[in-house]
């Protein structure tokens, strides 16, 4: 996007900003200030407190949730809430809905949007322009502005709370066709030639040149969809109407909202339940996926 | 250009480019690729035209007819209305009390989210280079993680008696208020949660902009005298401007859907409906069955978006009027035509 420039070299910076080469700003002096760390740290346990508050609280018993004060350290330590969350609800079969929905969403997407992102970036085809102008042009569409024809689509094709219903309407987002033409328009057009001159046709270009070099991007792709699939909410709310299609947000909403709210420890234990396999991934994988969002801005 | 010296000599045959386009757009090669290509495009435009072509299209036809969830069985029975039910959408006073919940929102929120992240950003790029990716990460958590999820969490955190949050304004001798529970704080709670919940992408894409920003005008604005509020605001935020719009506009954009939050703290809606969002109504709308009605709220909900996105363009793209780059592929690919 914007041209960054670098200004290492110039002999008049001064020795603070030339130990440091890889940042290029320095506002007030560039050495770091014990108040910058205080600020920060202080920042972060505010950040990070939502989320130690809630895998405490879900170890304790329903009466300690409740009491007042607060306690932070679960005084007597119990996994029944968890229990509950197995025996009580139909728990693997929310886990694995999501997981189901997910996958597929992930996959579809995987090979639909590097499929048109390859011939966007590459092929100079008839609407080429006005297709892309388009699919980026939905970007912008809330989903809300979709949710009752599309409702009423799904319920004439007879998909209404079924696993199809969940996957069909995301399985090829305008989000991955512009990342993965972001990443193929920067690769070389010498790969793309020499191919034609070997005599491979577009597919084959496509599936063995550029796909192999396309593996970060797939993986960001790849991740962020997973991710959304997984933290995704409206749709499956009004399409999952029994309970073996709810996807986890939808079972944790559905049974914390209205008359199932004063069981808080199922409430908790069931957030837990959502949350930590994200964060786990993304603990392991953060590098990608922040880099996946600075360079798409898109979550 | 030049036509008479054109005339006199002509154009050698081996030059690049000139001739050349004109021939090529009619070759079979060319078509045999656009084949090709919309080979790659089929699966993706016909799942693309059936889930969000069509279904917007439809919706706007939704907004001007009377179809309910029970026509659903009979489409026969579906009449126009004409603009009836955008007529009824404005005349409904609880479609103003949420559009007005959510323009509050908006309106609050991404100023306060924008300074906040920006801040932030800007302390982690002052070198704090060992640490900063570590920051980075415990920022950023909130963002990937499930938003109902997290509501349910700070459904707890901001109760009014045992809440984490007014258990530490209390340290401070604060009586917080009860904020879910009142008219009057319901919102700001809602605030607080979205601007804890999005700084981590801001923050991210900020620290990316601030890459741009080149340390020399910093040391010579210093130099100069320039303390470290003018170098920001003279230096950082003039140079930041196109990052910031895209900052603002994807916070605005994200912002004016304001759904699950409310659904999942408030019980769907709040304290005399305070923290009823537009999308919410909408929603709300559906469950009643009144198609045409949540239609025609979803378009003005699309309206207020489009709206929203190209004031944000006018409020930051007013002092740099920088032409408009139109890069043609063709005449870059081809050399100068000159």
Not at chain 2, 303 to 319: D, H, K
Request: aromatic content about 12%; some cysteine.
């Amino acid at each position: 996007m914007s041209t960054v420039m670098r200004d290492t070299q110039d002999p008049t910076s001064t020795p603070a900003v030339k130990q440091n080469k890889t940042r290029t700003v320095a506002i007030g002096e560039a050495r770091p200030q014990w108040w910058l760390y205080l600020t920060l740290g202080v920042g972060l346990v505010v950040m990070v407190t939502p989320f130690v508050w809630m895998a405490l609280s879900s170890l304790k018993p329903e009466a300690e949730i409740r009491a007042n004060p607060p306690t932070w350290w679960p005084q007597t330590f119990t996994l029944e809430n968890f229990t509950e969350l197995f025996t009580r609800l139909d728990f693997p079969q929310f886990f694995t809905n999501s997981a189901v929905v997910a996958v597929f969403v992930t996959l579809g997407n995987l090979v639909f949007c590097s499929m048109l992102g390859y011939a966007f970036a590459k092929i100079d085809f008839w609407g080429r322009a006005w297709l892309f102008r388009i699919v980026l042009g939905t970007m912008m569409i809330p989903g809300i502005v979709m949710l009752v024809p599309l409702f009423v689509l799904v319920s004439r094709l007879g998909l209404v709370d079924t696993y199809a219903g969940l996957i069909l309407p995301f399985l090829a987002g305008p989000f991955g066709v512009f990342l993965m033409r972001q990443f193929i328009s920067a690769l070389p057009d010498e790969l793309i030639d020499a191919g034609r001159i070997d005599g491979a046709g577009e597919f084959r270009i496509f599936a063995q040149i550029i796909l192999p070099l396309c593996k970060p991007a797939l993986a960001t792709l790849g991740i962020l969809t997973f991710l959304g699939s997984w933290n995704n909410f409206l749709w499956p709310l009004v399409v999952a109407s029994s309970e073996d299609k709810y996807t986890l947000p939808v079972a944790l909403a559905l049974y914390s909202v209205g008359q199932n709210e004063n069981n808080y420890g199922l409430m908790l234990a069931g957030a837990v339940a959502v949350v930590a396999p994200v964060v786990l991934v993304f603990l392991i994988l953060q590098k990608h996926i922040i880099q996946g969002i600075a360079t798409t801005g898109i979550k | 250009m030049a036509t008479s010296t054109a005339a006199r000599v002509p154009a050698p045959a081996d030059s690049p480019g000139r001739g050349a386009a004109p021939v090529r757009r009619s070759t079979p090669l060319r078509r045999r690729r656009s084949i090709a290509a919309w080979g790659f495009a089929a699966p993706f435009v016909l799942l693309f035209l059936v889930f969000t072509a069509w279904p917007v299209i439809s919706s706007l036809l939704m907004s001007v007819t009377d179809i309910k969830s029970r026509d659903l069985q009979n489409p026969f029975n579906v009449n126009f209305v004409g603009l009836d039910n955008f007529a009824t959408v404005l005349a409904d006073p609880l479609f103003w009390q949420a559009a007005r919940n959510t323009g509050y929102f908006v309106v609050v929120g991404v100023p306060v989210v924008m300074f906040v992240s920006l801040m932030v950003a800007l302390a982690l790029n002052t070198g704090i280079t060992r640490l900063s990716g570590f920051f980075r990460v415990g920022y950023f958590m909130p963002v990937v993680t499930s938003i109902v999820a997290v509501a349910v969490v700070w459904r707890f955190l901001l109760k009014d008696d045992n809440g984490i949050i007014n258990v530490v304004l209390g340290w401070f001798g604060i009586d917080g208020p009860n904020w879910l529970g009142d008219p009057n704080w319901s919102m700001p709670a809602m605030i607080l949660m979205a601007v804890w919940r999005s700084m981590g992408t801001l923050i991210v894409i900020f620290l990316a902009g601030l890459q741009g920003v080149p340390a020399s005008l910093h040391e010579a604005a210093a130099l100069d005298g320039a303390n470290a509020v003018q170098r920001l605001r003279l230096i950082t935020v003039p140079i930041m401007r196109p990052t910031l719009l895209f900052g603002a506009v994807l916070t605005g954009i994200g912002y004016l859907q304001l759904f699950e939050e409310p659904l999942v703290m408030t019980n769907g809606g709040g304290p005399l409906n305070s923290t009823l969002s537009v999308s919410l109504y909408i929603y709300r709308q559906f469950g009643f069955g009144n198609y045409g009605i949540a239609s025609a709220m979803s378009y003005l909900l699309f309206l207020a978006i489009v709206l929203l996105t190209l004031l944000q363009f006018r409020l930051l793209t007013e002092r740099d009027p920088r032409p408009r780059r139109k890069a043609r592929q063709t005449t870059e690919r081809e050399g100068s035509a000159r």
